[in-house]
Nanobody, 119 residues
Framework: QVQLVESGGGLVQVGGSLRLSCAASGSFFGINEMGWYRQAPEKQRELVARITGGGSTNYADSVKGRFTISRDNAKNTVYLQMNNLRPEDTAVYYC?????????????WGQGTQVTVSS
């Protein structure tokens, strides 16, 4: 059974920082792309940032220059460093990983972690 476990969310003031972590565990052969998505109340889930197995990154325009995605392949973990947080960053943040398992190639999602930015 594969699990993605997120941590690091919480309440922070405007301009503050948080670091999210997401660790993959269970039975799989490899991890390809990993990413972070977020969903605010009454809005659709949107891409925040993603990183390929080779380290190439892609960011939403709204977070460029403020957020940094990285990964530690030895730990099967992806991180999201969030700086200069704004109220509009408030959302549930979800980790996603594309894993190769014995059953094939599938996307897996974490349970989500709440990030709240107060003004």
């Amino acid at each position: 059974q594969v699990q993605l476990v997120e941590s690091g969310g919480g309440l922070v003031q405007v301009g503050g920082s948080l670091r999210l972590s997401c660790a993959a565990s269970g039975s799989f052969f490899g991890i390809n792309e990993m990413g972070w998505y977020r969903q605010a109340p009454e809005k659709q889930r949107e891409l925040v940032a993603r990183i390929t197995g080779g380290g190439s990154t892609n960011y939403a325009d709204s977070v460029k220059g403020r957020f940094t995605i990285s990964r530690d392949n030895a730990k099967n973990t992806v991180y999201l460093q969030m700086n200069n947080l704004r109220p509009e960053d408030t959302a549930v943040y979800y980790c996603k990983a594309d894993l190769t398992t014995g059953k094939g190639y599938y996307p897996y999602w974490g349970q989500g972690t709440q990030v709240t930015v107060s003004s």
